[in-house]
């Protein structure tokens, strides 16, 4: 198993451009979530999906959307880049499968971008 | 919404020794507190985690404390190893499907001194 899988895993993009960050996972799981990471934040959720066909909107969501395209695949879009969102970007997944069923995240190795 | 805290931000010590990494949370609605570690351009990856029914665990060398009154969950890690320099993070979820979101803390960077 691959686990969780991210792409590209680095991206530089113009101000202004758009772009879609990739996120699929094989292990089977219900939630899927986005977090950006900047240095002495720690890590930020952006969006999440609790089931496939539901998003929601964490922490940090402004300048971003999301699509949960079908339970393996949770992708994040910037429509118009700006160079705050100049970041790491990690998506992740838990099992999920009942209520009080806390499990672990599994994280991507992330996708660097850098907004010039 | 939640908000967790870490301290410290940096930790220095000699191999050998121990080192105690410290979280507060805010709400008490949490119950669920993981400890990822993660090494330089690497992703994040789980190493210990408690539920609020258990007040310590432990995995060798790692082990977890956690007082729910105080609302405070701490890590300690003994017999320090050169390969334990990273930086560590704590967290902290509710309870539920679709709550299961995780508030980080800020991350606390050890570095461990041959």
């Known amino acids: 198993n691959a686990g969780v899988t991210q792409t590209p895993k680095f991206q530089v993009l113009k101000t202004g451009q758009s772009m879609t960050l990739q996120c699929a996972q094989d292990m089977n799981h219900n939630s899927m979530y986005w977090y950006r990471q900047d240095p002495g934040m720690g890590l930020r959720l952006i969006y999440y999906?609790?089931?496939?066909?539901?998003?929601d909107k964490g922490e940090v969501p402004n300048g971003y959307n999301v699509s949960r395209l079908n339970k393996r695949e949770f992708s994040l879009r910037l429509e118009s880049a700006a160079p705050s969102q100049t970041s790491v970007y990690f998506c992740?997944?838990?099992?999920?499968?009942?209520?009080?069923?806390?499990?672990?995240?599994?994280f991507g190795d992330g996708t660097r971008l850098s907004i010039l | 919404g939640e908000n967790v805290e870490q301290h410290p931000s940096t930790l220095s010590v000699q191999e050998g020794d121990s080192a105690v990494i410290k979280c507060t949370y805010s709400?008490?609605?949490?119950?669920?507190f993981p400890w990822y570690k993660q090494e330089l351009g690497k992703r994040p990856q789980l190493i210990i985690d408690i539920r609020s029914n258990v007040g310590e665990k432990k995995d060798q060398r790692i082990a977890v404390t956690l007082n729910k009154t105080a609302k405070h969950f701490s890590l300690h890690i003994t017999e320090t190893q050169p390969e334990d320099s990273a930086v560590y993070f704590c967290a902290a979820s509710g309870l539920g499907f679709g709550n299961e979101k995780l508030t980080f803390g800020t991350g606390t960077r050890l570095t461990i001194i041959p």
């Open positions: 999906s609790a089931s496939e066909g539901t998003t």
């Open positions: 709400d008490s609605a949490s119950n669920y």
């Open positions: 992740a997944s838990n099992p999920n499968r009942r209520l009080g069923s806390n499990q672990p995240q599994h």
